[in-house]
């Protein structure tokens, strides 16, 4: 139980263009979504937090102009990254937090999405 | 502010040996703390975790951890490493402020020799 897809697991786009990443919990309804950027050898950077129908936090440093997040619904959140540069280029993660879950920091996590912009 | 610290960026073992990975929190309270792991490419898996209770947990694949308040520790161990072992391995505590957030150390990347 507890999965996180996440689609498509990897994608090129051109600079100049908009990508989509989707996150989704299989099988369990999520009360929080995370997305993480990893830039390789590196730790996971916390991007931005979301709560089903309400705006996303970012953190600090991260433009949320640029990296659009929607949690249109308890089991699905996308991240959209706008007018893509090379610099944005990294791998993606969300996570996802279950709802009435005991352990209330636990996250679940989805496999990646490897984002190349060229 | 809440932080994570593992001292070890890379480990190098030998197939069968025994493994501890360090990792050192900063946090005023009892802390949540949790180990993944990442595999090449891959998302992150929990290991374990520590909430509350008896210091020495028990994870997945082997891996245990001990929760030492005076030391402000959650070292991750396994007697027997194997070679599908080698993976990057990251320690994370819960952090105050709401939403759940996890802060993440910066990771200790293993290597399994033959």
């Known amino acids: 139980g507890a999965v996180v897809s996440q689609h498509p697991s990897w994608v090129i786009c051109k600079s100049g263009t908009s990508v989509k990443i989707e996150c989704r919990s299989l099988?369990?309804?999520?009360?929080?979504m995370f997305w993480y950027r990893q830039f390789p050898k590196q730790s996971l950077m916390l991007m931005a937090t979301?709560?089903?129908?309400?705006?996303?936090?970012?953190e600090q440093g991260v433009e949320k102009d640029k990296f659009l997040i929607n949690h249109a619904s308890l089991t699905l959140s996308t991240l959209t990254v706008t007018s893509a540069h090379p610099e944005d280029s990294s791998f993606y993660i969300c996570?996802?937090?279950?709802?009435?879950?005991?352990?209330?920091?636990?996250?679940?996590f989805g496999p990646g999405t490897r984002l190349t912009v060229t | 502010a809440q932080s994570v610290t593992q001292p070890d960026i890379h480990i190098t073992v030998s197939e069968g040996a025994s493994l501890e990975l360090r990792c050192n929190y900063s946090?005023?309270?009892?802390?949540?703390l949790f180990w993944y792991v990442q595999s090449p490419g891959q998302g992150l898996q929990l290991l374990l975790k520590?909430?509350?209770?008896?210091?020495l947990v028990q994870g997945i694949k082997g891996f245990e951890a001990e929760f030492k308040r005076s030391q402000s520790s959650f070292n991750l161990r396994k007697p027997s490493v194997h070679w599908s072992d080698a993976a990057e391995y990251f320690c994370?505590?819960?952090?105050?402020?709401?939403?759940?957030?996890?802060?993440f150390g910066a990771g200790t990347r293993l290597a399994v020799h033959p």
């Open positions: 994370a505590v819960g952090a105050s402020g709401g939403y759940n957030k996890l802060i």
């Open positions: 520590y909430f509350s209770g008896d210091t």
């Open positions: 946090y005023g309270a009892t802390p949540y």
């Open positions: 996570s996802a937090s279950l709802r009435g879950l005991s352990s209330p920091y636990e996250q679940y």
């Open positions: 979301s709560n089903e129908g309400s705006k996303a936090t970012y």
């Open positions: 099988d369990f309804q999520a009360t929080t």
